[in-house]
């Protein structure tokens, strides 16, 4: 079976419960999708007999991806404050679905994560217990009974937590916008009821909204599964409702509704930012529709006569 990981980290040593095993070195996937990473091939002795393989990994060398700083896989450590990864890293190991596309295999999952005791963590699923004090540190566990696609964000931020029905909306912001907290997890909601109406539910579970420090030429806000991701520079005139709207779209456009081939990115974001620009219509916001329309139409005829595929 394959695996994937970052090109920087090497596997030093790989064992199972039961069962030899034995890992290859690994070749890089040249792909859009997943160039960052690194197939590596395991082999087993034999398959077990339940079917079930509980693989034990030790690794070594950098985390963070990237010579220009790129973020957008691997666990990143931003800063003292701050450390997030999701379903798009391959710092954890992964089963790819398909070489050439962005679909990763579903599991159900239980995390456990050890980090300073001033940080709040987020996982998707659902906390198991409280977190635990060992000294300066808290240790945080997170189960999904559900299979999906796991993520994990933490750092020094201000909890604030909401449940409505069968979902728990979680915001982690940071001490400038925690007056956010409350508009924000409500806002959150309402989407999410909206959408739930138009596209069907998008079954019980928690949500979590966390403020991402910027980067320096490398901002963006971006959403994984049960989870949604805001550059605190979105948050300078309070809660961004379009992109609120755009990444909670992503629940269906990109996750329950998955796209492969050349058009994933146009039909994705596509569908995601006509869901959002709907929502405010629907809301009596179509001033505000009406000049995200003009931006992006004027967007669209400046990449197209800079010759940039990206117009389609």
């Not at 590596?40 to 034990?56: N, Y």
């Not at 808290?138 to 299979?147: F, L």
């Not at 009596?284 to 010759?307: F, H, I, M, P, Y």
């Amino acid at each position: 079976f394959v695996l994937m990981l970052n090109k920087e980290l090497s596997v030093r040593s790989v064992s199972a419960v039961g069962v030899g095993v034995s890992a290859a070195a690994g070749f890089g996937l040249g792909t859009r999708y997943h160039g960052e990473g690194r197939a590596v091939h395991f082999s087993l002795d034999e398959v077990p007999a339940h079917g079930l393989l509980s693989l034990r990994l030790q690794w070594s060398g950098e985390a963070e991806h990237g010579p220009d700083g790129s973020d957008w896989r691997g666990i990143l450590l931003v800063d003292e404050t701050e450390a997030r990864m999701c379903e798009q890293t391959i710092f954890c190991p992964q089963v790819p679905t398909a070489t050439d596309g962005p679909g990763v295999q579903r599991s159900t999952f239980t995390v456990q994560v050890t980090a300073p005791a001033a940080w709040e963590m987020y996982a998707p699923g659902q906390p198991v217990g409280e977190p635990e004090h060992l000294g300066d540190q808290r240790v945080w566990r997170y189960a999904s009974e559900q299979p999906g696609l796991f993520s994990i964000v933490g750092g020094e931020r201000v909890r604030h937590e909401i449940v409505v029905g069968d979902r728990r909306v979680v915001t982690l912001l940071r001490d400038e916008h925690a007056e956010l907290a409350e508009d924000f997890a409500q806002q959150a909601h309402a989407v999410l009821e909206v959408f739930g109406d138009w596209f069907g539910a998008a079954g019980p579970g928690s949500m979590g909204l966390f403020e991402q420090s910027n980067r320096q030429g490398n901002s963006y806000n971006w959403f994984a599964n049960g989870l949604a991701v805001f550059d605190k520079g979105a948050l300078g005139g309070g809660v961004p409702g379009p992109k609120l709207a755009h990444e909670m779209a992503h629940l269906w456009w990109g996750q329950l509704v998955s796209v492969d081939g050349p058009g994933e990115r146009f039909l994705t974001e596509g569908l995601s930012e006509a869901s959002s620009l709907l929502f405010f219509e629907r809301n009596d916001r179509g001033v505000e529709v009406q000049w995200n329309l003009d931006r992006a139409r004027k967007s669209t005829r400046e990449l197209a006569e800079e010759g940039d595929s990206l117009a389609m």
